[in-house]
Each structure stands twice: as C-alpha cells, then as structure tokens.
DNA sequence: ATAATATGGTGAT
DNA sequence: TCACCCTATTATC
C-alpha cells in the first residue's frame, strides 16, 4: 500500500473527513495513549503529505506525525463498527473514523523535530513545487544504480519499490545503469514518469503503470500483475516485446526489468 | 498451528 | 550486511 501516492491521497480524505472537527481520540491498543489523550478532543486544522510522511496539525498546537512504513495502514470506517486488531490510534470525526494500524511511526512531534524530518527529504514530485533540477542535481552526485537512487528519500520523496521497477521500465531504463551516468534527457524522463505516476496513483488509490490501451478490462477490474509491467513479474513475459523479464537485487531490495525494453 | 511475506526505514556490526 | 520493528494476510505443514 504505502509509496507516496498513499499518503497523498490519505491526506486529502483525511481532510475532507476529519478537518474543521473537533475530533475524538483514542489509543485502543494502548501503545499510543498518551498522545491520544494529548488530541483527543482537540480539533484538526490541517494535513500534510511529504513524500512517505503524514503530519496532522491540530488547533492545540499538537503536530500528529506519522509513518506507515512497510506494514502500516490507515483505514477509513464507518463510525459504529467494531474494533479489529491491534488500532495505534482511533480518530472519530463526525461521520467517519480513521484507524491506524502498525504504524512505523506515530508521534507527537514539535516544529524543530518536524523540520528536521523534512530537510533529509528529497523534491516531493506530488509537492505543491515538484523540482525536476533539483532532483538531477541529487542524481548526479550519486554513483549507485539508478534505481537505488529511486529508493533513496533524500534524492527523490515517495517513490518506493513498486514505482521504481515500473518507472525504470516505462522510461527504458536499465535500472542497474548508475544514476550520475544518466542523460539530461533520461533524468527529465524519469521525473516526468514519476509525476504522471504518482498522480494516478492518488487518483486510482492504487499503483497502476499499464496505460489504458494495453489492457481489455476496466483499470479497477486488474489483478497486481495485471496493472504493472515489471514488479514481481520475474519469469513472464514482457507486455510489450514478450522477452522473460528478469530480477536481482539493487540497493538491498528486489527490482524487475525487461532485458530488451530497458538498456 | 506455524511460517513467510509485504509497496519501509533504522541502527548496530 | 544484518537484525529488528510494526501487523495482517496468505502459504505451508
């Protein structure tokens, strides 16, 4: 679930559920309690995405910060159901509540900690100034592959491992090819494939690289394989020349290409 | 019933 | 490079 794409669109339903609210709070699993008691009751006056991060900032000068990291999820209910598993933290708006579940992250943080955070960060292409230059400066100084760069939030924010298979593949890139060796022309390429992505992405409320001619089936009706070109899909055919698309692992984590579309 | 897996990241070795 | 954290779901015995 969550690359940017996620946190954006968590954002903005956050804020259209819980903004203008007094909200209620709570930890039901109790690893979140004192920092539930802290908003409970307080009202929501705005959300942030910034790459992977969400950040609440609440009328009491409280700022939320959280990070779902590999695992976590942010769940939408209606406001009588009943509890499933272990809730980090519960927050009750007037028609919906939000659960958060295995968060990586989930803190009450100040200013300074919060700005801390986002100077490590990489340009955000779902920013409200997404920065091509900026992020070919970053990718010039390093001279690890590129798709290792991809992963990397200091040199570009909310792309994660799905993205960076799929990015490398629609620009036809060798995702092995180190990342300072890039053209002008490929770096701009990349940026470009990552803002139309991300964009769907937070449109589709799901990762959906396969454009719309390639497939016979509504976008909402493909399985994972279905919707992708490359990620996890060692060993099939590619969609576009049928070459057997290969694996290995660049920057500690899996990433797939097709040894004739990318070079 | 137990293990493996997951779209992430950190801190120790 | 490895161990580890967080939780739910799926796979394997």
């Excluded at 924010?157 to 298979?165: D, F, H």
Aim: proline fraction near 5%; include cysteine; charged fraction near 30%.
């Amino acid at each position: 679930m969550p690359e940017g794409h996620t946190i954006h669109r968590l954002a903005r339903d956050q804020a259209k559920d819980l903004v203008g609210h007094q909200l209620g709070a709570s930890s039901p699993q109790g690893r979140f309690a004192e920092g539930a008691a802290l908003l409970d009751r307080s009202t929501l006056e705005a959300t942030e995405a910034h790459g992977k991060h969400l950040v609440h900032r609440y009328d009491n000068g409280q700022i939320l910060y959280v990070h779902l990291g590999l695992i976590g999820k942010f769940r939408r209910r209606k406001l009588d159901t009943e509890l499933i598993g272990a809730i980090r933290l519960r927050l009750e708006g007037p028609e919906r509540a939000w659960e958060l579940v295995g968060p990586m992250r989930c803190e009450l943080i100040d200013e300074d900690e919060l700005d801390t955070i986002l100077s490590k960060l990489g340009p955000d292409p779902l920013g409200p100034k997404p920065d091509v230059d900026e992020f070919a400066r970053r990718l010039q100084r390093r001279r690890i592959p590129i798709a290792a760069a991809l992963l990397d939030q200091s040199v570009v924010s909310g792309i994660g491992n799905v993205y960076r298979s799929e990015i490398c593949f629609l620009c036809g890139i060798d995702p092995r090819r180190p990342a300072k060796e890039l053209s002008d022309t490929e770096m701009e390429e990349l940026w470009a494939s990552t803002v139309e992505q991300l964009e769907i992405g937070v449109r589709l409320n799901r990762i959906v690289t396969v454009s719309r001619d390639e497939v016979d089936k509504p976008l909402s009706r493909l399985n994972r394989t279905e919707r992708l070109y490359a990620y996890k899909r060692g060993g099939m055919e590619c969609r576009r020349c049928g070459d057997e698309i290969k694996s290995d692992e660049v920057g500690a984590r899996k990433v797939w290409w097709c040894p004739t579309c990318q070079s």
